[in-house]
């Protein structure tokens, strides 16, 4: 079913920029690298490269529970941007304790999330294009940064919207292990542009002025019953995706 809103209801910006559908087939996607502004509406929710209409499923309360555990180790309050914010689960979960806000490239995600937190400001535009008055303590990243092609500019954003001493935790896949590599093989999501190890990771946001201070694995599986999804430690060398909490710094 295809949602018809008059975005003059709606209480957040909407930025425009030029959309083109994206009927979803990896030629396609590829043939779009360097612009995806316009990928993510509601075919990538529904398609079977994607969440195959099971994004609920694929975000249960424990998982977004045990991120909102992890950002309040690395800073328990304050003000919070929500990158990638989609349907507005986490901002649901993180909203009791922070002042927060999210910010989406998916005008169809927008309008879900708006319905879930209809008191949190929301944004419409990418990340790279975001322009605020403020800074915030804490900008939350979950499994976004892979499908960004300007990755060096949103990289540049995300500090320069960090307060001084301000924290970046964010979740991005890997596929530098046996484990990463048997995903990726089965990943077919032609969107995630970024298909690096940890370490490349771990590079780029030193370079981005983003110094990692911790760093956890993060092992989620899909079983038809159940979907499980853990953060420790113990996992950050092996896991396929990692979870990292990286704090503001001088870029020399």
């Known amino acids: 079913m295809t949602h018809l809103v008059d975005e003059r209801t709606l209480p957040f910006p909407v ?13 396609a996607a590829s ?8 990928a993510f509406e509601e075919e990538y929710f529904a398609s079977p490269l994607a969440y195959g209409g099971r994004y609920e499923r694929a975000n249960p309360p424990r998982k977004l529970v045990s991120y909102l555990r992890e950002v309040r180790m690395a ?8 990158v990638g914010c989609a349907f507005g689960r986490f901002l649901e979960v993180a909203a009791p304790f922070y002042t927060c806000e999210g910010l989406d490239v998916s005008r169809y995600a927008l309008v879900e999330a708006h319905r879930r937190v209809p008191d949190v400001p929301l944004h419409h535009v990418a990340i790279q294009d975001f322009v605020a008055d403020r800074r915030f303590e804490v900008i939350t990243c979950f499994d976004v940064l892979e499908h960004v092609p300007e990755l060096t500019q949103a990289l540049g954003r995300l500090r320069a919207l960090l307060v001084p001493g301000g924290v970046l935790v964010a979740v ?7 484990l990463g590599r048997a995903v990726g093989m089965i990943d077919r999501d032609p969107t995630h542009l970024h298909r690096w190890s940890r370490h490349a ?3 780029r946001l030193r370079a981005a002025g983003l110094a990692p201070i911790d760093m956890k694995g993060v092992v989620r599986v899909p079983l038809p019953s159940v979907f499980i999804h ?11 995706a990692i979870l990292l909490v990286c704090a503001s710094t001088r870029v020399p």
């Open 15 to 27: 930025v425009r920029t030029e959309e083109r559908r994206l009927p979803w087939r990896p030629a």
């Open 172 to 178: 991005v896949p890997v596929y530098d292990t046996p």
């Open 230 to 240: 853990t953060i420790s430690p113990t996992w950050r060398m092996w896991a396929a």
């Open 31 to 38: 043939s779009l690298a360097q612009d995806l502004r316009g």
């Open 75 to 82: 800073r328990p309050h304050g003000t919070l941007l929500d």
């Open 201 to 203: 990771w771990l590079a």
